[in-house]
């Protein structure tokens, strides 16, 4: 039996794998503390692709007519793809520059293939064009968190402070379909009589289980925040005290709320006047009998054009309150892929060395550059965000813009299904010299490769993960590997070797990990003091954990952040003034409706590994809409509707609910459709593009 972690959420929740003749069966892990031995449905049936007749198990190599023309993919040898690979991006180096290649990886990547790839961009091919998806996922809550409190680490605390709240506000989370496990701690706080609010346009099964549901039009949810500080101000329910000693900023704030009075807060989000009144009083009189409150957000703010100023306007709250820093109360944010968190921090961001330090720093540069053995000046900038570099791909340069890349490589990412303005972004990829994609399975995004290169899947591999927590926690090998599979470690190393890399690219986890945390000491995000035997011994080490002390004493890590202080360099919180734009794009006579989308029970991100489990229920895509809606479209459940916004349609059968605004429809993200209709509008800070709502028309 092998004690391990679910290939799916943010929760990496503790499971046992025990081989069974040719089966492997999935078991409960009841001493990891953050599951207790609770899995969904994904967890237990995770095992279900193993054998699938899917499964890619040797190389494809795509050939090219001498016109350019793209023939079918056929069946190559390892050696011949990799040399092909190595060959191409030599070329189009030579004949574009570094810059002319990119890398796109994977915030469902273990933390050793994280800074492999981030090292592999800056060192084997000397490029800044290096970005990956969790850039669509965490970056509106990374960006605010860095600002705001100085340091971004999801949840400051363990998971399970969660239930000693007293009162939760979850603002654009559906945690009981997205982390079903996380959902008790709801229920646990409900039974001591905590009280739970949600803000979501629609009645979600988490919305079920709160005590108060504010449905938003969708995009407005800043302002919602900025009406609740707004009522805090007036009602003198500020901790003047806290605000004095552990934050700048407030008077500019106070101000800058004095017009969001709940009359204007329910013109502009719909939300009733008397209903941001009772969200502010529960908030205040919380506060002033001495109890906790804590915020938690989500995609459902954060995937928006504004996504980064709500959470800035929610932390805003949290602080004005006095909570950061208390235990069971202050503010943290739902990561949502496996490793979204470890996933920003080694790497392969286009900002970022490990350790999450700035690759703009010249201190952080001349460190890693020390652990990787090279020259500082040859490590490149900052490059372009993961939708600003897939809208690059193939550009010649403009008076304004350098050419885009020519080739790239994709570890993790299944692009075609998960990119906003989908049908835009794939034709940036057909227009490739070289497109190479390392999967399990042929993807979407994988059908379109030059190349590709079939790698391990999670029970086949070892490596680490950080969780929501921060909580390092350490996946491991259960099973063999099928013949002509290898890691993306060992594919990483394989392509370094062949670019003559001026560095050491290792394919051991371990010896990777141990470079890892040499690389992140000092750094926001250290890992010097984690090993694997700690993890294992110790159920997982929350960051940061620098190396042993003096005496040689462990760090013990650190569960729970920002007690004392803040991660500025005076330890104080910052207020930031937010100002509210609405989305980008709004409701007109030719697009009358909101659009949103998200997940659903069963299925997981682009559904590359979920759609091809039978045991999962796979219904295909679907629009929700309210029967208010449905009757003036003159539609019934199950008809087939068409959804247009003004980048694409897609056709799915109509769902009829009452428990979604009747202004706005909702489509899953799992299947190829949802993305091609999704607006690439950007936070200006972030880079989020804003999936979570477009204007969109629907015909029966």
């Given at each position: 039996?092998t004690?391990?972690?679910?290939?799916?959420?943010s929760?990496?929740?503790?499971?046992?794998?025990?081989?069974?003749?040719?089966a492997?069966t999935?078991?409960?892990?009841?001493?990891?503390?953050?599951?207790?031995?609770?899995?969904?449905?994904?967890?237990?049936?995770?095992?279900g692709?193993?054998?699938?007749?899917?499964?890619?198990?040797?190389?494809l190599?795509?050939?090219?007519?001498?016109d350019?023309?793209?023939?079918?993919?056929?069946?190559?040898?390892?050696?011949?793809?990799?040399d092909?690979?190595?060959?191409?991006l030599?070329?189009?180096r030579?004949e574009?520059?570094?810059d002319?290649?990119?890398?796109?990886?994977?915030?469902?990547?273990?933390?050793?293939?994280?800074?492999?790839?981030?090292?592999?961009?800056?060192v084997?091919?000397?490029?800044?064009?290096?970005d990956?998806?969790?850039?669509?996922?965490?970056?509106?809550a990374?960006?605010?968190?860095?600002r705001a409190l100085?340091?971004?680490r999801?949840?400051?605390?363990?998971l399970?402070d969660?239930?000693?709240?007293?009162?939760?506000v979850?603002?654009?989370s559906?945690?009981a379909?997205?982390?079903?496990?996380?959902?008790?701690?709801?229920?646990?706080?409900?039974?001591?009589g905590?009280?739970?609010?949600?803000?979501?346009?629609?009645?979600?099964?988490?919305?079920?289980?709160?005590?108060l549901?504010?449905?938003?039009?969708?995009?407005?949810?800043?302002?919602?925040?900025?009406?609740?500080?707004?009522?805090?101000?007036?009602?003198?329910?500020?901790?003047?005290?806290y605000?004095?000693?552990?934050?700048?900023?407030?008077?500019?704030?106070?101000?800058s709320?004095?017009?969001w009075?709940p009359?204007?807060?329910?013109?502009?989000?719909?939300?009733?006047?008397?209903?941001?009144?009772?969200?502010?009083?529960?908030?205040?009189?919380?506060?002033?009998?001495?109890?906790?409150?804590?915020?938690?957000?989500a995609?459902?703010?954060?995937?928006?054009?504004?996504?980064?100023?709500?959470?800035?306007?929610?932390?805003?709250?949290?602080?004005?309150?006095g909570?950061?820093?208390?235990?069971?109360?202050?503010?943290?944010?739902?990561?949502?892929?496996g490793?979204?968190?470890?996933?920003?921090?080694?790497?392969?961001?286009?900002d970022q060395?490990?350790?999450?330090?700035?690759?703009e720093?010249?201190?952080?540069?001349?460190?890693?550059?020390?652990?990787?053995g090279?020259?500082?000046a040859?490590l490149?900038g900052?490059g372009?965000?993961?939708?600003e570099?897939l809208d690059a791909?193939?550009?010649?340069?403009?008076d304004?813009?350098p050419?885009?890349p020519?080739?790239?490589?994709?570890?993790?990412?299944?692009i075609v299904?998960?990119?906003?303005?989908?049908?835009?972004?794939?034709e940036?990829?057909?227009?490739?010299?070289?497109?190479?994609?390392?999967?399990?399975v042929?993807?979407?995004t994988?059908?379109?490769?030059?190349?590709?290169?079939?790698?391990?899947?999670?029970?086949?591999?070892?490596?680490?993960?950080?969780n929501?927590e921060g909580?390092?926690?350490?996946?491991?090998?259960?099973?063999t590997p099928?013949?002509?599979?290898?890691?993306?470690l060992?594919?990483?190393?394989?392509?370094?070797e062949?670019l003559?890399a001026?560095?050491?690219?290792?394919?051991?986890?371990?010896?990777?990990?141990?470079?890892?945390?040499?690389?992140?000491?000092?750094?926001?995000?250290?890992?010097?003091?984690?090993?694997?035997?700690?993890?294992?011994?110790?159920?997982?080490?929350?960051?940061?954990?620098?190396?042993?002390?003096?005496?040689?004493?462990?760090?013990?890590?650190?569960p729970?952040?920002?007690?004392?202080?803040?991660?500025?360099?005076?330890?104080r919180?910052?207020f930031?003034?937010?100002?509210?734009r609405?989305?980008?794009?709004?409701?007109?006579?030719d697009?009358?409706?909101?659009?949103?989308?998200?997940?659903?029970?069963?299925q997981?991100?682009?559904?590359?590994?979920?759609?091809?489990?039978?045991?999962?229920?796979?219904?295909?895509?679907?629009?929700?809409?309210?029967?208010?809606?449905a009757?003036?479209?003159?539609?019934?459940?199950?008809?087939v509707?068409?959804?247009?916004?003004?980048?694409?349609?897609?056709?799915a059968?109509?769902?009829?609910?009452?428990?979604?605004?009747?202004?706005?429809?909702?489509?899953?993200?799992?299947?190829?459709?949802?993305?091609?209709?999704t607006?690439?509008a950007?936070?200006?800070?972030?880079?989020?593009?804003?999936?979570?709502?477009?204007?969109?028309?629907?015909?029966?």
């Amino acid at each position: 039996m092998t004690t391990t972690h679910c290939p799916y959420c943010s929760l990496q929740c503790g499971m046992t794998l025990r081989r069974e003749g040719r089966a492997l069966t999935v078991g409960p892990w009841a001493e990891f503390p953050v599951n207790e031995g609770a899995l969904c449905r994904k967890g237990w049936t995770s095992a279900g692709l193993r054998g699938h007749r899917e499964r890619l198990t040797t190389p494809l190599v795509r050939d090219r007519a001498a016109d350019g023309s793209r023939g079918e993919l056929r069946a190559a040898t390892w050696d011949e793809a990799l040399d092909l690979v190595a060959s191409e991006l030599s070329r189009v180096r030579t004949e574009h520059g570094a810059d002319g290649v990119a890398v796109f990886g994977a915030g469902g990547l273990t933390n050793e293939k994280a800074y492999a790839l981030g090292k592999f961009a800056r060192v084997a091919l000397g490029t800044s064009q290096i970005d990956y998806n969790g850039r669509w996922c965490m970056s509106s809550a990374a960006s605010a968190g860095l600002r705001a409190l100085g340091l971004d680490r999801g949840l400051p605390f363990p998971l399970a402070d969660v239930e000693k709240a007293d009162v939760l506000v979850l603002a654009g989370s559906n945690l009981a379909e997205t982390a079903p496990p996380a959902a008790r701690h709801l229920d646990r706080l409900r039974a001591r009589g905590g009280q739970v609010v949600v803000v979501d346009p629609r009645r979600t099964p988490t919305a079920e289980r709160s005590d108060l549901h504010l449905a938003p039009v969708p995009g407005t949810d800043l302002a919602l925040a900025l009406g609740v500080l707004h009522l805090v101000v007036a009602a003198g329910a500020v901790d003047e005290a806290y605000v004095a000693a552990r934050t700048t900023g407030f008077d500019e704030v106070r101000r800058s709320v004095a017009t969001w009075w709940p009359e204007q807060v329910e013109r502009v989000t719909g939300i009733a006047a008397a209903e941001v009144r009772a969200l502010a009083d529960l908030l205040i009189g919380t506060a002033r009998a001495g109890g906790r409150v804590l915020v938690l957000t989500a995609r459902g703010v954060e995937q928006h054009s504004q996504g980064s100023d709500t959470v800035l306007a929610w932390i805003n709250v949290a602080l004005a309150l006095g909570m950061p820093g208390r235990e069971g109360a202050g503010y943290g944010c739902l990561t949502g892929q496996g490793n979204g968190q470890g996933g920003r921090e080694h790497g392969q961001k286009a900002d970022q060395l490990p350790g999450y330090r700035s690759i703009e720093d010249p201190a952080a540069r001349a460190h890693v550059a020390a652990v990787w053995g090279v020259d500082p000046a040859s490590l490149p900038g900052k490059g372009r965000s993961a939708y600003e570099l897939l809208d690059a791909l193939g550009r010649p340069a403009t008076d304004d813009q350098p050419a885009g890349p020519r080739a790239m490589l994709v570890l993790g990412s299944n692009i075609v299904v998960s990119a906003p303005n989908a049908l835009h972004v794939t034709e940036r990829l057909r227009s490739l010299d070289l497109l190479v994609v390392a999967d399990l399975v042929l993807s979407e995004t994988a059908a379109l490769a030059d190349v590709v290169l079939p790698v391990t899947q999670w029970a086949e591999e070892t490596g680490t993960m950080t969780n929501l927590e921060g909580r390092v926690v350490l996946r491991q090998r259960a099973i063999t590997p099928p013949a002509g599979v290898r890691t993306d470690l060992e594919v990483i190393a394989a392509l370094a070797e062949r670019l003559d890399a001026p560095s050491t690219f290792p394919a051991d986890p371990e010896e990777v990990f141990a470079e890892l945390g040499r690389a992140s000491a000092g750094g926001p995000a250290d890992y010097a003091g984690i090993t694997y035997d700690r993890i294992r011994a110790e159920h997982g080490v929350f960051w940061p954990c620098p190396a042993p002390y003096a005496d040689g004493t462990p760090h013990p890590g650190t569960p729970r952040l920002f007690a004392d202080r803040f991660g500025h360099p005076d330890g104080r919180a910052r207020f930031l003034v937010t100002t509210f734009r609405g989305a980008a794009e709004q409701p007109c006579d030719d697009f009358p409706l909101h659009l949103t989308t998200g997940r659903v029970l069963g299925q997981y991100q682009s559904g590359a590994q979920t759609r091809r489990v039978k045991d999962l229920p796979d219904t295909g895509p679907y629009v929700e809409l309210h029967p208010l809606l449905a009757r003036r479209l003159g539609t019934t459940d199950g008809e087939v509707l068409t959804v247009r916004t003004r980048r694409g349609a897609m056709r799915a059968p109509a769902r009829v609910v009452e428990t979604i605004r009747p202004d706005t429809v909702f489509v899953p993200f799992h299947w190829v459709g949802a993305n091609r209709l999704t607006n690439d509008a950007l936070d200006p800070a972030s880079r989020m593009p804003e999936f979570k709502v477009c204007a969109a028309a629907v015909t029966a």
